[in-house]
């Protein structure tokens, strides 16, 4: 079983910055893609950034050119930085990993933006 830990959400003015972490452990298997999820309440789970193993990147159009995704293949932590932060972007984000073909969840970060 892959276990998903978040963390670096919290409390900011719009307009700030977060990073959240994700670190997956408890495999030796090979880590394909990684990615961040949001939902806000009231509103689907919705796709905000994912990164393959070779690096390539795609993003929501809703953070194109705010946040950034990258990742520590050693370290098997993928990265989510937010700048430009709105308040429509409040929500708990979540990580993933793919490993063969199953995708296993972190347990959510919040990340609340202020107007």
């Known amino acids: 079983q892959v276990r998903m830990v978040e963390s670096g959400g919290g409390l900011v003015q719009a307009g700030g910055s977060l990073r959240l972490s994700c670190a997956a452990s408890?495999?030796?298997?090979?880590?394909?893609?990684m990615g961040w999820y949001r939902q806000a309440p009231g509103k689907q789970r919705e796709m905000v950034a994912g990164?393959?193993?070779?690096?390539?990147?795609n993003y929501a159009d809703s953070v194109k050119g705010r946040f950034t995704i990258f990742r520590d293949v050693s370290k098997n932590t993928v990265y989510l930085q937010m700048h430009s932060l709105k308040p429509e972007d409040t929500a708990n984000y979540y990580c993933?990993?793919?490993?063969?073909?199953?995708?296993?969840w972190g347990q959510g970060t919040q990340v609340t933006v202020s107007s």
């Open positions: 990164i393959t193993a070779g690096g390539d990147t």
């Open positions: 408890g495999t030796d298997l090979r880590i394909n893609a």
């Open positions: 993933n990993a793919t490993v063969e073909t199953l995708r296993f």
